[in-house]
Structures are given as C-alpha cells and as structure tokens.
C-alpha cells in the first residue's frame, strides 16, 4: 500500500514479471506517492525509493527492487 496525495492514483501490480505500481497523477498539478519500496520507472530507467514527486498529468510505472 502507497501513501498518495489525494491527486495521484496509484494502482499496485503483482506477476510472473515482479512487484510494483502505476502513478497517474490526475488533476494537473503536482503530487506525491511514498513507495513501500525502492525500485525503478520503466519509462525512464530512473531509480526510485522513499517519497516521490508526481508532475502534473504524470505517469510512472515503478518496478520495486
């Protein structure tokens, strides 16, 4: 479970390919979702863990570590 502002959605995922999660931010304006864990955005190989800032309209699918 993720601690989300109440402007990001965040939907956890779990498979035969990992753990993880999908933040959309939805109201145009920034936002923030604290991570159960540290993992990395497929969409742009950047390394996430701890509390992460959310742009508005964006979107991050996290792969946990």
């Given amino acids: 479970?993720?601690?989300?502002?109440?402007?990001?959605?965040?939907?956890?995922?779990d498979g035969s390919g990992?753990?993880?999660?999908?933040?959309?931010?939805?109201?145009?304006?920034?936002?923030?979702?604290?991570?159960?864990?540290s993992g990395v955005d497929l969409l742009t190989g950047a390394a996430t863990s701890g509390t992460v800032e959310v742009p508005p309209y964006g979107v991050s699918v996290v792969r946990y570590a």
């Fill in 18 to 37: 990992g753990a993880g999660a999908i933040i959309v931010e939805l109201d145009n304006k920034p936002g923030s979702v604290t991570l159960p864990k």
């Fill in 1 to 13: 479970v993720c601690a989300a502002t109440e402007n990001v959605l965040v939907v956890p995922r």
